[in-house]
Nanobody, 122 residues
Framework: QVQLVEFGGGLVQAGESLRLSCAASGRMLSRYIMGWFRQAPEREFVAAIMWSGGSTYYADSVKGRFTISRDNTKNTVYLQMNSLKPEDTAVYYC?????????????????WGQGTQVTVSS
């Protein structure tokens, strides 16, 4: 069982930055791939990181603007979002997956946080 809690959402203007945090708790976290999704209105993949090793991958829509990272000492995953656009407005969710490959589909993720709202004004 894994519990995930997101922090850091808010209202920003286009071009500004925001950092989301996802605090994870549970056993054997190193087995998981940690992902960020957003929903507005469909739930779509944003980025993911292998908890062990730190390998990352991104959706094309956020490459070069968003960076996912993790702090093993704090059991926390971050999503640094730069050059935000109005189309980035969504509820952002942290998720954990035991899938062996590079999971990008919501059904590949086993645990989810409650979500945090990000609103980007033009």
């Amino acid at each position: 069982q894994v519990q995930l809690v997101e922090f850091g959402g808010g209202l920003v203007q286009a071009g500004e930055s925001l950092r989301l945090s996802c605090a994870a708790s549970g056993r054997m976290l190193s087995r998981y791939i940690m992902g960020w999704f957003r929903q507005a209105p469909e739930r779509e993949f944003v980025a993911a990181i292998m908890w062990s090793g730190g390998s990352t991958y991104y959706a094309d829509s956020v490459k070069g603007r968003f960076t996912i990272s993790r702090d093993n000492t704090k059991n926390t995953v971050y999503l640094q979002m730069n050059s935000l656009k109005p189309e980035d407005t969504a509820v952002y969710y942290c998720a954990a997956s035991l899938a062996g490959s590079r999971p990008t589909m919501p059904w590949e993720y086993n645990y989810w946080g409650q979500g945090t709202q990000v609103t980007v004004s033009s």
